[in-house]
Nanobody
């Protein structure tokens, strides 16, 4: 079992930046690939970024590539998402998740989820 707790969400203006963090506890954090997803009201959960167990490989969809950066610190059991040049369409609840598969963009392949943190981008 892995427990995930996100933090760092908030209200930011268009073009601004936020850094989300996810703290893990429980089973060996470094055994899992990690990812961030997001879900806006009335929309399906959307893949945002993933990172492999060692932190040497990452993958992003086109909607965030070049603006978002995922990273992890295995000794501290944390994964982060640096978000730059934010736009209104980035408004959503952001979730971190853990999987035994890499790379995978399918939410169904993720075993553990955090409770989410709200990000609101105002224009």
């Amino acid at each position: 079992q892995v427990q995930l707790v996100e933090s760092g969400g908030g209200l930011v203006q268009v073009g601004g930046s936020l850094r989300l963090s996810c703290a893990a506890s429980g089973r060996t954090f470094s055994s899992y690939a990690m990812a961030w997803f997001r879900q806006a009201p009335g929309k399906e959960r959307e893949f945002v970024a993933t990172i492999n167990t060692s932190g040497t490989r990452t993958y992003y969809p086109g909607s965030v590539k070049g603006r978002f950066t995922i990273s992890r610190d295995n000794p501290k059991s944390t994964v982060s998402l640096q978000m730059n040049n934010l736009a209104p369409e980035d408004t959503a609840v952001y979730y971190c998740a853990a999987t035994e598969k890499y790379p995978t963009m399918s939410a169904g392949n993720y075993l553990y989820w955090g409770q989410g943190t709200q990000v609101t981008v105002s224009s």
